[in-house]
């Protein structure tokens, strides 16, 4: 079985030498793949992304190296790849939300052409689809349930026209019904507020 790892550029400071040191016995003891976020652990995800980091492990290593940081287009996409010249990406905030993150990727690397925008109904389906997930799958307590359900909600409907106010009204919501109930009206006033915006 192939066993990967990942890691930051360090803890508190960056010292290159120890890190690919650390990065090559890995490799030696048998790692498939390298995946580094390009920041210090006590940054959490605060500052830039250290691509310089990422690309002097990529030179150093035989085995693929993937990038990890602030990939929330695919534009930054791009970036990790022109500035690290890694064998792969890693996104995660940036998909929160915006599980189509990947094929927009994919696109815009294959043709240089950014994608059209997802129509809000397809949100509003996959949104749904990602809550009767949480339903089924999630065993956690209701409370915490309909905590995780809210904050998928607002993920999804954040770029929405009236994202603010519907916001308010996701983090009042009691229950999946109550949910499900507001995502078809915010689907509702966002189609009355472009086509409003229209006129
Ligand atoms: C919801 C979520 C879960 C994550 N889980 C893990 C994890 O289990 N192990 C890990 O090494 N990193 C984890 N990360 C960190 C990411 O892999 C990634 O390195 C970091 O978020 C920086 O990438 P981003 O800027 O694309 O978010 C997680 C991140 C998010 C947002």
Not at 31 to 41: E, K, M, N, S
Request: charged letters at 25%; glycine letters at 8%; aromatic letters at 8%.
């Amino acid at each position: 079985m192939p066993v990967t790892i990942k890691i930051r550029t360090g803890y508190d400071n960056k010292d290159m030498r120890h890190l690919i040191n650390m990065a090559k016995h890995c490799e030696t003891l048998g790692v498939a793949a390298i995946f580094v976020h390009g920041r210090l652990a006590i940054q959490g995800y605060s500052g830039d992304v250290d691509y310089e980091a990422i690309k002097k492990i990529k030179e150093a290593l035989s085995v693929p190296v993937f990038g990890s940081g602030n990939i929330f287009s695919p534009e930054l996409a791009k970036r990790m790849f022109d500035e690290t010249a890694c064998d792969g990406i890693l996104v995660a905030r940036g998909a929160l939300g915006n599980p189509w993150i990947f094929k927009q990727i994919e696109e815009y690397l294959n043709s240089g052409l950014a994608g059209i925008d997802v129509p809000l109904e397809e949100k509003k389906r996959i949104l749904k689809k990602h809550l009767s997930y949480i339903d089924r799958y999630k065993a956690i307590r209701a409370q915490g349930k309909i905590g995780l359900m809210r904050k998928a909600a607002i993920w999804y409907l954040k770029s929405i026209p009236k994202a603010a106010r519907v916001r308010e009204k996701i983090t009042a919501a009691k229950n999946y019904e109550d949910l499900l109930g507001l995502i078809d009206n915010a689907a509702i006033s966002a189609a009355r507020a472009s086509a409003r915006h229209e006129i």
